[in-house]
């Protein structure tokens, strides 16, 4: 199913921001392989980051410190949600 899918290579752009995320303390240390998917799906514009990671992305908590901080470097944050919310439906 995934198999026609492209990759997204990461970039200078998105590890950038992804270390912001970092150094704002806004995730832990072992959380980094996170802040680069907020990054990526972030850098690239995307309009959902769907996840089944409610600690570190579809965290309800943590999307508004992410959210201003991708909005001072210019970005709009994706909207971080599981595929259940997404449906409409909670979740977590």
């Known amino acids: 199913m995934l198999q ?3 990759l997204l290579p990461s970039n ?3 590890e950038e921001l992804a270390h912001r ?3 704002g303390h806004l995730l832990p240390t072992k959380a980094a392989d996170d802040a ?4 990526t799906a972030t850098v690239y514009g995307m309009d959902y980051l769907l996840t089944w990671n409610c600690r570190h992305i579809a ?4 999307q508004k410190p992410i959210r201003l901080v991708c909005q ?6 994706p909207i971080l949600c599981t595929p259940i919310e ?5 979740s977590c």
């Open 4 to 6: 026609d899918l492209s």
């Open 12 to 14: 200078r752009e998105i």
């Open 21 to 23: 995320f970092m150094t």
């Open 36 to 39: 680069l998917h907020i990054a």
């Open 59 to 62: 965290n309800a908590q943590l």
């Open 72 to 77: 001072r470097e210019g970005y709009d944050l």
């Open 86 to 90: 997404l449906r409409g439906e909670s």
